[in-house]
Each structure stands twice: as C-alpha cells, then as structure tokens.
C-alpha cells in the first residue's frame, strides 16, 4: 500500500477518535444544561467544540 494511501487512513481514524471525543464532551455538557445549566464557561466551551467538529468534517471531506 502506498505510503500517502496509509497516512490519509491514519488521519482519517484520528479525525475521526477526535471527534468521538468531542461529541462525548458534547453529550456531557449537554445534560450538564439540561440538570443545572452551563456556566458561561461550560457555553463557551459547547460552542467551541461545535466549531471544531465542523472543522473536522470539512477535514474529512478534503482528504476522501
């Protein structure tokens, strides 16, 4: 297999474990708002990690 062929699968799986990670945090945050709320902090944070993860999609995208 070409080496660019097992870099790209290796930056697929890593795009990939990362935004697992984010949705977890995601999920976390989002029962967090529904039992007490989000600081502005923990908003901030949701957001951030939105903007991140749409990025990531768009990584995807470039690399298949």
Not at 17 to 22: A, F, K, Q, S, Y
């Amino acid at each position: 297999m070409p080496s660019h062929t097992s870099s790209r699968g290796n930056g697929v799986r890593q795009i990939a474990e990362e935004i697992d990670r984010l949705f977890q945090r995601q999920i976390e945050l989002m029962k967090a708002e529904a039992f007490v709320g989000l600081t502005p902090s923990e908003r901030a944070e949701y957001d951030r990690i939105g903007v991140r993860i749409s990025a990531l999609y768009g990584e995807l995208a470039r690399l298949s």
